[in-house]
T-cell receptor, first 115, second 113 residues
Framework: GAGVSQSPSNKVTEKGKDVELRCDPI?????LYWYRQSLGQGLEFLIY????????KSGLPSDRFSAERTGGSVSTLTIQRTQQEDSAVYLC?????????????FGSGTRLTVV | QQQVKQSPQSLIVQKGGIPIINCAYE??????FPWYQQFPGKGPALLIA?????SEKKEGRFTISFNKSAKQFSLHIMDSQPGDSATYFC????????????FGTGTRLQVTL
């Protein structure tokens, strides 16, 4: 596609429910990143996929968070037993190769509200 | 070690002014320093980036100044316009394929008429 596509754009869920957020990166982009943006905060790194390598999960805040990337393309971020502090905008980015050559291309994000 | 500190948190300038946003990093392994611009409801978009082998880079009205010894870099917006009103994020990272960016906390810029 022309850009990074994220769905849904908005999600309201009840505390304790599980949610799945989807990211469809730009075709051919080998690296995919998930970040979280809380109100008034910067972008917090969550997880990073690069080709067939093991993902870098060092930013996941708890074991309630997990992500997978199927077939080197679409990625799903799953949050189990959601808490109110999980409310944020979840951003996905992809890149073709080395950061210094291409930078990130971000999607518009999924705004998650846990009530 | 991985932090990137950004200031100010918010900034208001008049049209034509030159807002300056500053960032400082700790990790000397960082060798790629981009700035991203974000409009409401959109994801951040790459604006301009610099490598530490140069002290300044200009693209249009946007300039990055880089001070390697001080581990600081800044964004200057020349002849600012109301359309520049957005949130700006600095970031730092490596240049290899197995790299990720560490972002600052953002600066909300408002350019008034």
């Amino acid at each position: 596609g022309a850009g990074v596509s994220q769905s849904p754009s908005n999600k309201v869920t009840e505390k304790g429910k599980d949610v799945e957020l989807r990211c469809d990166p730009i075709s051919g982009h080998t690296a995919l990143y998930w970040y979280r943006q809380s109100l008034g905060q910067g972008l917090e790194f969550l997880i990073y996929f690069q080709g067939n390598s093991a993902p870098d999960k060092s930013g996941l805040p708890s074991d309630r968070f997990s992500a997978e990337r199927t077939g080197g393309s679409v990625s799903t971020l799953t949050i189990q037993r959601t808490q109110q502090e999980d409310s944020a905008v979840y951003l996905c980015a992809s890149t073709l190769g080395a950061l210094s050559n291409y930078g990130y291309t971000f999607g518009s994000g999924t705004r998650l509200t846990v009530v | 070690q991985q932090q990137v500190k950004q200031s100010p948190q918010s900034l208001i300038v008049q049209k034509g002014g030159i807002p300056i946003i500053n960032c400082a990093y700790e990790n000397t392994a960082f060798d790629y320093f981009p700035w991203y611009q974000q409009f409401p409801g959109k994801g951040p978009a790459l604006l301009i980036a610099i490598r530490p082998d140069v002290s300044e880079k200009k693209e249009g009205r946007f300039t990055i100044s880089f001070n390697k010894s001080a581990k600081q870099f800044s964004l200057h917006i020349m002849d600012s316009q109301p359309g520049d009103s957005a949130t700006y994020f600095c970031a730092a990272g490596g240049t290899g394929t197995a790299s990720k960016l560490t972002f600052g906390t953002g600066t909300r810029l408002q350019v008034t008429l």
